[in-house]
DNA sequence: CGGCTACCTTGCGATTTGCAAGCGTGAGTC
DNA sequence: GACTCACGCTTGCAAATCGCAAGGTAGCCG
């Protein structure tokens, strides 16, 4: 998997660099409003994310401290994902897009 | 170009269909806060966009109405790039944007 | 006209995507 | 323990997209 490098300093940039593209943004959305936090409930989810792009991109957010993943204790062979503080921030850019298109 | 089917009908999914991508907003970012409305401008831009992506997000931003085409008057080679309403609506997310990453 | 500039377009190799199938581990049942 | 399924990935491979470089067309400038 390529790291993105950091084309240049605007923090614009900076953040397509991260989540520019057309999935992760979805990921954070679940998380944040549709209750859903394993990868089987994001695979689900009615846009239909290929698994292997899923993987990646929960890896990607993974590496840049937006989502968390922790080991369900109730069930071992769940992962549960979690948002960041880092992530719970960018509900207003959600939120802002949701504005936007509506 | 292949145009994009829409996926779903959440208006984030709907906005990430238009704009999500690692170009798109760069384009809008310098039409409100860089003074870039020609392609020479945005092609100068420090994160260095290829010509031909430059042309298709252009073409595609024109289409969703984010964008609009006109003939320099002073100069017939030019292009002048403006941002409509629909376009100027983009502000806070872009914004928003900015205020997570810094 | 001749050279220059602005805006694209084309060719093409490299990367990324999307679909499907498969794999490994853990849980539940007997 | 053996058997079966569910979950979270990984792999293979064709197709689409990207990015670099080069070319092409039309307008300006002398």
Redesign the interface.
């Known amino acids: 998997m390529a790291r993105e490098p950091r084309?240049?300093?605007?923090?614009?940039?900076?953040?397509?660099?991260l989540f520019?593209?057309?999935w992760s943004?979805?990921i954070v959305?679940d998380l944040l409003f549709a209750d859903r936090c394993t990868f089987k409930e994001f695979a689900e989810?009615?846009?239909?994310i290929a698994t292997n792009i899923l993987a990646d991109r929960l890896g990607r957010l993974e590496g840049a401290g937006i989502v968390e993943r922790r080991a369900d204790p109730a069930d071992g062979r769940k992962v549960v994902y979690a948002l960041t503080d880092k992530g719970f921030?960018?509900a207003?850019?959600?939120?802002?897009?949701?504005?936007?298109?509506?």
Chains 1, 2 share one sequence.
């Open positions: 084309r240049s300093g605007c923090p614009i940039a900076i953040s397509l660099d520019g593209d057309r943004l979805l959305r989810a009615d846009e239909r921030d960018l207003p850019v959600l939120l802002e897009m949701a504005l936007w298109a509506a």
